[in-house]
């Protein structure tokens, strides 16, 4: 099946059709990750260009991290109507079907940033963003369980422009993310 073709769950009718991650696979070492697309992004067919593409683009910059070096992707790659969260059938079918593909084709991958619960979910399905934001974990790849990948989690960028004290955490949590960076340590 080809993924603009995929129909595999309810919420693919909402859609006009999946966004697929954008970036360079060859060279990107930070994956950022967010929930699935909203109407802007439906109608452009990118990730991360409206108004919670500004945010995490703000974020990017409290993190000294360039966007175009980063592979940038959702973990369901359809919209769903009012920013209703897809339901964990769907994120679950995507996460197998595209996600971990999606992921394994990034070489140079060392770096998850996860946006957000259904985010982080997909290394750590019993935490929650409000325990876990602003720090790092070491977890088995789930396309490859013999390496291990870096994970950061914060909330997601959507949130943070909601309430403004969630605001006030993301760009904290993108200052410890600079540091992270900073400290980070090269193959
Ligand atoms: N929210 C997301 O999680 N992803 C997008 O691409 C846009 C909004």
Redesign the pocket.
């Known amino acids: 099946m080809k993924f603009e073709d995929c129909v595999l769950c309810n919420e693919r009718h909402y859609a006009t059709k999946p ?1 697929p991650g954008e970036g360079n696979s060859k060279l990107a070492q930070i994956c950022l ?6 109407e ?2 439906d109608e452009s067919g ?8 500004r945010k ?1 683009n703000e974020g990017l910059q409290f993190a000294g991290i360039l966007r175009n070096t980063c592979w ?4 369901s790659k359809c919209y769903t109507p009012k ?1 209703v969260a897809p339901s964990a059938k769907c994120l679950r079918t995507c996460q197998r079907t595209w996600l971990l593909d999606e992921l394994a084709r990034l070489k140079q991958l060392r770096l998850i940033v996860a ?2 619960n ?2 982080l979910h997909v290394f750590e399905s019993l935490a929650r963003v409000g325990e876990l934001h602003g720090y790092s974990f070491d977890v088995d790849r789930p396309w490859e369980p013999e390496k291990r990948i870096t994970v950061f989690c914060s909330y ?3 949130a943070a422009l909601r309430m403004s004290n969630i605001n006030k955490m993301y760009l904290a949590d993108m200052v410890k993310l600079k540091q992270l960076e900073k400290e980070a340590t090269y193959d």
Request: proline content about 10%.
């Open positions: 966004v990750l967010g929930r699935n697309p909203g802007k992004e990118r990730p991360f260009i409206g108004r919670a593409g995490l940038v992707t959702n973990v920013n946006f957000g259904q985010a997601h960028p959507s």
